[in-house]
């Protein structure tokens, strides 16, 4: 008999929209643009950090380490005058990761 009791019965559907209520609050904020975006972005910058930091060892692994000198060599055949290419390569790749995230983000406006 208590399915039957008003009183019960209003406080069940007083809950379940309650309930309702709290999940539709969530799904709107899921999908709200703002947060999308917010999601997309963070993800983008994961990514060129990734991409970065690949970058980094892939021309710190190239460089590798300085050869030993051998008696007899000549003095200028290692010479250190050489360009540090690692920071033109990583600001080169940086700017090509934030065009290409512009791109896609200007694309996925229209």
């Given amino acids: 008999m208590a399915?039957?009791?008003p009183a019960e019965l209003e406080r069940r559907?007083?809950?379940t929209r309650a309930e309702l209520a709290q999940t539709v609050d969530?799904?709107?904020?899921?999908?709200?643009?703002?947060?999308v975006a917010a999601r997309g972005v963070?993800?983008?910058?994961?990514?060129?950090?990734?991409?970065?930091?690949?970058v980094g060892d892939l021309v710190a692994g190239a460089a590798g380490p300085k050869p030993?000198?051998?008696?007899g060599e000549p003095e200028d055949l290692w010479a250190d005058d050489r360009p540090?290419?690692?920071?033109?390569l990583?600001?080169?790749?940086?700017?090509l990761a934030l065009g290409a995230m512009v791109v896609l983000w200007r694309r996925r406006r229209r």
């Fill in 3 to 5: 399915d039957t009791d």
């Fill in 90 to 95: 990583i600001g080169v790749g940086t700017v």
């Fill in 26 to 35: 969530a799904i709107a904020d899921r999908v709200s643009p703002k947060r």
């Fill in 68 to 71: 030993v000198r051998v008696a």
């Fill in 13 to 15: 559907i007083e809950r």
């Fill in 42 to 54: 963070a993800k983008a910058r994961a990514n060129a950090e990734h991409l970065v930091a690949q």
């Fill in 84 to 88: 540090d290419l690692a920071p033109i």
